[in-house]
């Protein structure tokens, strides 16, 4: 099962390649409106598809200020960060403008759902969409960080577990671009679970958006390893589980929170081979040569071969140390 | 649950402080005796007491060659490279000092077991030691890389999998040096599943011997990346577990292979606390301040907080892509 491998740079036209962009985003203030951005998003789609690029991946709630900053006292003061549908009137240009250079697209954004008995859901998502503007999924996050309460000693709030209900779905993969794609946003790229659970589906390519404030209010010692972490666990989770992975940041200094860039996009070798350098709109991009994945997936970390779920006691029966 | 943290750094008398260091070795030849090993062995463990440190670990396979790079049609022919008891004539003396400098050791080794119905079991083993001498574990390791046949093409083999069985057991941890400590050996390092495992049950610190050939035959692209994939997958497990690892090599070149050194110890921030510069016999230590562990796993990795095993649905499901 060790055969042959094809060696990294030694490039074959049967090889399966993919150019594909991040395009990361400055900080969203309060009073900008969905059109501005909208107009931000399309300038960045517009210096991709002419790069080339089949795939841009806009980061996590890329269409409003990160509005968990704040609390209210009742949630649905806030429903107007929310989108009721996707496409929508303003997003409807992205998904044309898409098609029309037939380049795909993964975008985040807060998503309300009301079902017909009155329940509302409140999402926080990232949607694929192909190079024909077809909506290939709907992500929902799956680790909601933060806290779900007023906390009165923060100087910003990150209180996602008020805003956002955790998916029930958890991690899948789609086929789509030639290869097989899933999505994470923001800190579930923290937990190795994530990966994992799509390694296990054979991904290829991983989408992630995030917003990440740069002072961790509960420590404060980790201020400083903001950007030492976002790479360690997107460098690991690439390669331990042989995938490509694109993380995309709005970053920059919004509504006075400073907040993580370094966009990068990580190949199966743990490598980084694109990495923002400002923290306003730029687009990073790289092309995934597809089949370096085996590389790894076909060697030292061929899960069929080498993992192993029946001595793995605690990673499902318990949720953590306590229980 | 995300209330006030101690911030690195800002030490109080009532913190739970470990002294520990790692022995790394360079090659053990064929030729080598035990003796000689001992007495190296020896003259580390005399130097981290002179240090004082309460704990050195040391290297997987740590009494002999790396006996796996050779195939031998009939596998007792290898059974001289097993030991069949620990302590034994040979490693008495390291136990006999370590109870008289009152410094504990964890030391890997190849282990034989014969049961009285003739059934016979090799493993690959770490054996951790209190500062009285005593025996706290033996942890057998669990995720056995290479080969079990052997492999014409290769220039030198990894036959682990002809040479050991995989721990039916998994991965435990123990209460001793004051903290909660967990093992795993070499390629367990890599797999997200070894740091999980233990961090559910609470570990604060983990020892890890290893032996890594620098050329890795069936994807030579991985040479020049060893070192940053040895670090990589420490520093992201310790980061993502809130825990210290201390990773110890066995490395130089042996028998014609040239294997890592880089030995390391790393803190619950990911950050590498001390780190070996030499390819030989070498002593790095550092001062584990034991709470550290909590400033992650009491606030963005508190696990009963924020995992989600319900959505895990493929962990312990699956074995790997194709089932």
Redo the contacts between chains.
């Keep these: 099962m060790?055969?042959s491998?094809a060696?990294?740079?030694r490039l074959s036209p049967m090889e399966r390649k993919l150019r594909v962009a991040g395009g990361q985003l400055g900080p969203i203030q309060r009073a900008d409106s969905r059109e501005q951005v909208v107009d931000r998003l399309l300038a960045l789609l517009t210096e991709a598809a002419d790069l080339g690029c089949e795939l841009i991946v806009f980061p996590e709630l890329a269409l409003t200020t990160f509005f968990p900053r704040w609390h209210v006292p009742d949630l649905a003061e806030f429903d107007h960060f929310y989108e009721t549908e996707m496409p929508n009137a303003v997003t409807q240009p992205l998904f044309d403008e898409a098609r029309r250079r037939g380049i795909g697209f993964s975008l985040g954004y807060a998503l309300i759902e009301r079902a017909d008995d009155g329940t509302v859901h409140r999402w926080n998502v990232q949607t694929l969409v192909d190079t024909t503007g077809e909506i290939v999924a709907t992500f929902k996050k799956?680790?909601?960080?933060g806290?779900d309460t007023f906390?009165p000693e923060r100087p910003f709030q990150h209180a996602e577990r008020y805003f956002f209900e955790?998916?029930?779905?958890?991690?899948g993969v789609w086929d789509a671009f030639g290869a097989r794609v899933g999505m994470m946003i923001c800190?579930d790229r923290?937990?190795?679970?994530t990966?994992?659970?799509m390694?296990?589906?054979?991904v290829e390519l991983i989408l992630c958006g995030y917003n990440t404030p740069i002072h961790?209010?509960?420590?404060?010692?980790?201020d400083e390893?903001q950007g030492?972490?976002n790479k360690?666990?997107m460098?690991?989770?690439a390669?331990?589980n042989g995938t490509f992975v694109v993380g995309v940041a709005k970053g920059g200094v919004e509504e006075g929170v400073a907040s993580l860039c370094e966009s990068i996009i990580v190949a199966p070798?743990?490598?980084i081979l694109a990495e923002a350098t400002t923290d306003g709109d730029e687009v990073i991009w790289a092309d995934l040569r597809l089949d370096w994945c085996k590389?790894?997936?076909?060697?030292?970390?061929?899960?069929?071969?080498?993992?192993?779920?029946e001595?793995?006691?605690?990673?499902?029966?318990?949720?953590?140390?306590?229980?």
Excluded: A, C, K
Aim: charged share 20%; net charge neutral.
């Design positions: 060790q055969g491998v060696r990294q740079g799956v680790h909601i960080p806290h906390d955790p998916s029930p779905d958890g991690f800190n923290r937990w190795p679970e990966y994992r659970e390694g296990l589906q054979g961790y209010v509960p420590d404060p010692s980790q390893l030492f972490h360690l666990v460098q690991s989770g390669y331990q070798s743990g490598q590389q790894y997936t076909g060697t030292l970390f061929d899960m069929d071969y080498y993992r192993r779920p001595v793995y006691t605690r990673l499902t029966t318990m949720r953590g140390p306590n229980g």
